[in-house]
T-cell receptor
Framework: EPEVTQTPSHQVTQMGQEVILRCVPI?????FYWYRQILGQKVEFLVS????????KSEIFDDQFSVERPDGSNFTLKIRSTKLEDSAMYFC???????????FGPGTRLTVL | GDSVTQMEGPVTLSEEAFLTINCTYT??????LFWYVQYPGEGLQLLLK?????DKGSNKGFEATYRKETTSFHLEKGSVQVSDSAVYFC??????????FGKGTSLLVTP
């Protein structure tokens, strides 16, 4: 069964460093999403991406964040200068259409020291 | 804005007990409602959904009914198993776009 994959599973970085989190969505899906979950808190929407551009973003998704689909298979989230409060589990998701089921990857745990 | 509130966990039940996890929502319009489950070490999986008032979503013995009058979408299962131990997330979504999640409820089922 096709699934969303994410790498790495765990990323440790120093405050101020740039990180790139990678996702491979399901191959025929057209909509891509990033969510995050700070430990003990709810899963929060960051951004959605369709047709090579951001379709929706939350207040969390400020200038420190960017997303890209560098090729036909990967979808990346970049954090330019990490802060301690960026420590969280980051989930990628994809869907065929905007109102179809979103399939989630297993997450990348980001730890900022 | 839209929001989802679900009961705090953890919930601990014995095998074969009845499960209810409460979920209420605040939303403009007519959102779709979802329950997602996260097993240890895995991503979020869609458990069930309902797209309009009075719809009942069901899967793997779990059920939830979209109640517009009480703005609720409570998750129920008649007889839980140890394998149901997981974190359960209630979520809503407008017609298209982002999911808005509750905080999650951890369920532990003991033999």
């Amino acid at each position: 069964e096709p699934e969303v994959t994410q790498t790495p599973s765990h990323q440790v970085t120093q405050m101020g460093q740039e990180v790139i989190l990678r996702c491979v969505p399901i191959s025929n899906h057209l909509y891509f999403y990033w969510y995050r979950q700070i430990l003990g808190q709810k899963v929060e929407f960051l951004v959605s991406f369709y047709n090579n551009e951001i379709s929706e973003k939350s207040e969390i998704f400020d200038d420190q964040f960017s997303v890209e689909r560098p090729d036909g298979s990967n979808f990346t989230l970049k954090i330019r200068s990490t802060k301690l409060e960026d420590s969280a589990m980051y989930f990628c998701a994809s869907s065929e259409g905007g109102n179809n089921e979103q399939f989630f990857g297993p997450g990348t745990r980001l730890t900022v020291l | 804005g839209d929001s989802v509130t679900q009961m705090e966990g953890p919930v601990t039940l014995s095998e074969e007990a009845f499960l209810t996890i409460n979920c209420t929502y605040t939303a403009t319009g007519y959102p779709s409602l979802f329950w997602y489950v996260q097993y240890p070490g895995e991503g979020l999986q869609l458990l069930l959904k309902a797209t309009k008032a009075d719809d009942k979503g069901s899967n793997k013995g779990f059920e939830a009914t979209y109640r517009k009058e009480t703005t609720s979408f409570h998750l129920e299962k008649g007889s839980v198993q140890v394998s149901d131990s997981a974190v359960y997330f209630c979520a809503l979504r407008p017609w298209t776009g982002a999911l808005n999640f509750g905080k999650g409820t951890s369920l532990l089922v003991t033999p």
